[in-house]
């Protein structure tokens, strides 16, 4: 569990100096090359054997399905095969170095792999759900081998004055990691078959009633 640590050890640092400083970075050829085309291989077959639903907004009870506001499908990691084990152990080394150098407090971290459709979008929002501040780090990955810009699908990050700050192509093996409650985002329509995995670092927001996060 320690090694993702060690390897990753400048890229981690180049995450908490970027974030210290913007609250937003973009990094490229982030992981393994193996790990990126093990994960996209296994969105691939996901998506193949239907095991992906439409994703809604909010959660738990208050879920709802908006077509209008976005159109992927989703499906929640576990660490049920090696990529996806290798994915969440390596994000455990990324929380435990971010609470060291920033300082904030991590309790755990959720993630699911998301595939666009043709046409397929998410409309602007932030990933803080209301009544809540629980989701403190936001991140994505993408997982596509040769995406041309002509493919859009980029994710445009806002400032709160809604000034676009960034547009990101989702290249492969590129990784993002943003302020959850401080960027507003979107996802432009993509015109190919666009994977990544979306996914954040919480704080503990269960209690003696309530367990979080819900599902």
Same mark, same amino acid.
């Given at each position: 569990?320690?090694?993702?640590?060690l390897n990753?050890?400048?890229?981690?640092?180049?995450?908490?100096?970027?974030?210290?400083?913007h609250?937003?970075c973009?990094?490229?050829?982030?992981f393994?090359?193996?790990?990126?085309?093990?994960?996209?291989?296994?969105a691939?077959?996901?998506?193949?054997?239907?095991d992906?639903?439409?994703?809604?907004?909010?959660?738990g009870?208050d879920?709802?399905?908006?077509s209008?506001?976005?159109?992927?499908?989703?499906h929640?990691?576990?660490?049920?095969?090696?990529?996806?084990?290798?994915?969440?152990?390596?994000?455990? &080394?990324m929380?435990?170095?971010?609470?060291?150098e920033? $300082?904030l407090?991590? =309790?755990?971290? !959720?993630s699911?792999? %998301?595939?666009?459709a043709?046409?397929?979008?998410?409309?602007?929002?932030l990933?803080?759900?209301?009544?809540?501040?629980?989701?403190?780090?936001?991140?994505?990955?993408y997982?596509?081998?040769?995406w041309?810009?002509?493919?859009g699908?980029?994710?445009v990050?806002?400032?709160?004055?809604?000034?676009?700050?960034?547009?990101? &192509?989702?290249?492969?093996?590129?990784?993002?990691?943003? $302020?959850?409650?401080? =960027?507003p985002? !979107?996802?432009?329509? %993509?015109?190919a078959?666009?994977?990544?995995?979306?996914?954040?670092f919480?704080?503990?927001?269960?209690?003696?009633?309530?367990v979080?996060?819900?599902?």
């Open positions: 569990m320690n090694a993702p640590v990753h050890f400048l890229i981690f640092s180049r995450i908490a100096e970027r974030l210290r400083s609250g937003y973009v990094i490229d050829q982030a393994d090359p193996a790990l990126t085309n093990s994960l996209q291989q296994y691939a077959e996901l998506q193949a054997e239907g992906m639903q439409r994703a809604g907004i909010g959660r009870d879920q709802i399905l908006k209008d506001v976005r159109k992927d499908r989703i929640w990691l576990t660490a049920g095969t090696p990529a996806a084990a290798q994915w969440l152990a390596t994000m455990e &080394s929380r435990l170095f971010l609470n060291q920033l $300082l407090g991590l =309790f755990s971290y !959720e699911h792999i %998301a595939h666009y043709p046409g397929d979008f998410y409309r602007k929002h990933d803080a759900f209301q009544g809540e501040s629980n989701r403190v780090l936001s991140t994505v990955y997982l596509n081998a040769d041309q810009p002509e493919n699908g980029e994710l990050i806002y400032d709160t004055d809604d000034r676009e700050l960034e547009r990101v &192509s989702p290249a492969f093996n590129r990784l993002v990691i943003f $302020l959850s409650e401080e =960027f985002h !979107e996802v432009k329509p %993509a015109l078959d666009r994977y990544s995995i979306a996914g954040w919480r704080l503990n927001g269960s209690s003696r009633d309530r979080d996060p819900p599902r």
